[in-house]
């Protein structure tokens, strides 16, 4: 079965630092989405992703964040300058245009000291 | 502003039990409304859906109830059993294909 894979597992960095989270939607999903949850809280949406444009972000996602689609497989979520804040876990997601369903890796627990 | 509030926080439910956990929302252009299912150190899954066109939706010992004119839809979950102890979220999509999603539920089910 078809699954959305995200590297790394585990992210520590410093703060400042620049990080680069990386997901592998489901091949022939259209929709990417980047998730953030900050540990035993709610999942809170980031921005989406639809034909190499952000189609929706949230108040979270400002110009320290940045979403490429590099290649026809890949979609990163980049943090310039990580602020202890950041830590939490990134979830990626996609689906197709229709139906709705959206599919969650596993996440990247991202730890900034 | 929370445009989606879940309740309750946390839930105890002896193992063959109902489970209910309950989802307000504000924006009457929500057009899809998902349960998720989370296991610690997973990512959400999707567990059920509904349409605001759809009164009531059921896969299995899963129901979605949804009351359009009261801005509310709950899950219930029948003959609940231990594996289902996991945290479940309600969430709610825009026509800008953003979601929304609850605080989230976390469900014990006593053996």
């Known amino acids: 079965e078809p699954e959305v894979t995200q590297t790394p597992s585990h992210q520590v960095t410093q703060m400042g630092q620049e990080v680069i989270l990386r997901c592998v939607p489901i091949s022939n999903h259209l929709y990417f989405y980047w998730y953030r949850q900050i540990l035993g809280q709610k999942v809170e949406f980031l921005v989406s992703?639809?034909?190499?444009?952000?189609?929706?972000k949230s108040e979270i996602f400002d110009d320290q964040f940045s979403v490429e689609r590099p290649d026809g497989s890949n979609f990163t979520l980049k943090i310039r300058s990580t602020k202890l804040e950041d830590s939490a876990m990134y979830f990626c997601?996609?689906?197709?245009?229709?139906?709705?369903?959206?599919?969650f890796g596993p996440g990247t627990r991202l730890t900034v000291t | 502003q929370q445009q989606v509030k879940q309740s309750p926080q946390s839930l105890i439910v002896q193992k063959g039990g109902i489970s209910i956990i309950n989802c307000a929302y504000e924006?009457?252009?929500?057009?899809?409304f998902p349960w998720y299912q989370q296991f610690p150190g997973k990512g959400p899954a999707l567990l059920i859906a509904i349409r605001p066109d759809v009164s009531e939706k059921k896969e299995g010992r899963f129901t979605i109830s949804f009351n359009k004119s009261a801005k509310q839809f709950s899950l219930h979950i029948m003959d609940s059993q231990p594996g289902d102890s996991a945290t479940y979220f309600c969430a709610a999509k825009n026509n800008f294909n953003k979601f929304y999603f609850g605080s989230g539920t976390k469900l014990n089910v006593k053996p």
């Open positions: 997601a996609s689906r197709e245009v229709l139906p709705y369903e959206q599919y």
């Open positions: 992703f639809y034909n190499n444009e952000i189609s929706e």
């Open positions: 924006n009457t252009a929500f057009d899809y």
